[in-house]
């Protein structure tokens, strides 16, 4: 699905999927754009951010508060480091700025969609008794299931993913957001508080842990 309310632009990209075999339904409005979403199910979601009726960053927050998983990627204009926080915390998988070119946008519809079809093989990631489902996105601890924002449920996949390997807050972001931080920033160490809260608050084994001047790591080891 495409919610694009440039014509130009949507015909353009259209065209360009269509010719790669992809079948593609188009959206001007965000109203238009949540009915399609909500009714029918799609590969990818390629979603505008400025846009008439709700806003592109509004619309993904309710596609992900419906319970939709589908990847999206977002596609605008608005290209500051603050702009992609905003839309990964909406729930994004991907944020594209615009002037694009056609075959990097492809590029990431494939790779969505081939990391969306792996994740059948190999759904849940599981580190004592944390587990993590990467179809539903539901993640649990010791079969309490454990409401996470899209945020830190990528902070925490992405740990899970790589156990035991540390991560330098600007490492995280850069996965986590696609852009690059100074040193100075707390923007990591917040999630991470908020994340342990929710991940180990209530457990003696504290799983999510912190390497002093290196990072964050997830381990099934006691911390020293």
């Known amino acids: ?6 014509p130009k632009i949507s015909t353009f990209i259209k065209i360009g999927l269509e010719s790669n075999n992809y079948i593609v339904d188009s959206a001007y409005d965000g109203t238009m754009g949540q009915k399609l979403a909500t009714s029918k199910s799609y590969e990818v979601i390629i979603l505008d951010v400025v846009i008439p009726g709700i806003s592109g960053f509004q619309l993904c927050k309710n596609i992900r508060q419906n319970n939709i998983l589908t990847p999206v990627i977002m596609l605008t204009s608005l290209d500051t480091v603050d702009d992609k926080i905003t839309g990964f915390d909406c729930g994004a998988d991907d944020y594209l700025i615009k002037p694009f070119s056609f075959r990097e946008l492809l590029a990431r519809i494939k ?9 059948f093989v190999s759904p849940v990631l599981q580190i004592l008794d944390l587990e993590l489902d990467s179809i539903s996105r539901r993640v649990k601890r010791a079969g309490k299931e454990i409401k996470l924002t899209p945020t830190e449920y990528k902070i925490l996949e992405l740990l899970m993913n790589n156990k035991g390997k540390v991560f330098e807050r600007i490492d995280m972001a850069e996965k986590i957001w696609g852009v690059s931080f100074n040193t100075g920033t707390n923007v990591i160490d917040v999630h ?12 003696s084994q504290k799983l999510i842990q912190t390497k002093i001047g290196f990072g964050y790591v997830i381990s099934e080891e006691p911390q020293i």
């Open 1 to 6: 699905m495409l919610v694009e309310d440039d």
């Open 192 to 203: 991470i508080n908020s994340l342990r809260k929710k991940i180990d608050k209530d457990f």
């Open 111 to 119: 790779a969505l969609s081939r990391r969306n079809r792996d994740a």
